[in-house]
């Protein structure tokens, strides 16, 4: 869905017809603003402000703001908060023992296998 391939084309034509709550995939429209704004001169000729430049942008800005009045309908839920809320029961120590479980290194000279050294 999400593709360069003629500038957003299906993912355009999927928003357009969107109804109800969406999240807006910003490289988008970031992508549309600096095609207005590298494409574009600010000033005009005439030493005077380029309004068309201004209205294209006004127009991305307001595509953008209307993502912000449609709300989601979700309902809480509790296991869900109150997981997210509790502290973590994993110190760094054993989050870092279970990684390595998961994933053992493959090359341990060149990195150290103690939790906070920096390794890059």
């Not at 030493?47 to 991305?60: C, P, Q, T």
């Not at 912000?68 to 509790?78: I, T």
């Not at 998961?102 to 890059?120: D, M, V």
Request: proline share 5%; aromatic share 6%; glycine share 4%.
């Amino acid at each position: 869905m999400v593709t360069v391939a003629n500038n957003y084309r299906k993912l355009r034509e999927l928003v357009s017809s969107a109804v109800g709550s969406a999240i807006p995939y910003l490289g988008m429209y970031m992508g549309d603003l600096t095609s207005i704004e590298e494409g574009n001169a600010t000033v005009t000729e005439d030493d005077l402000y380029n309004v068309e430049k201004l209205e294209m942008v006004a127009k991305i800005v307001l595509s953008i703001e209307q993502f912000k009045a449609q709300r989601f309908a979700l309902a809480p839920q509790p296991l869900l908060q109150h997981y997210l809320r509790s502290p973590s029961a994993e110190h760094e120590d054993g989050l870092f023992a279970m990684s390595l479980a998961r994933e053992p290194r493959t090359n341990k000279s060149s990195i150290s296998s103690s939790p906070g050294t920096n390794h890059l």
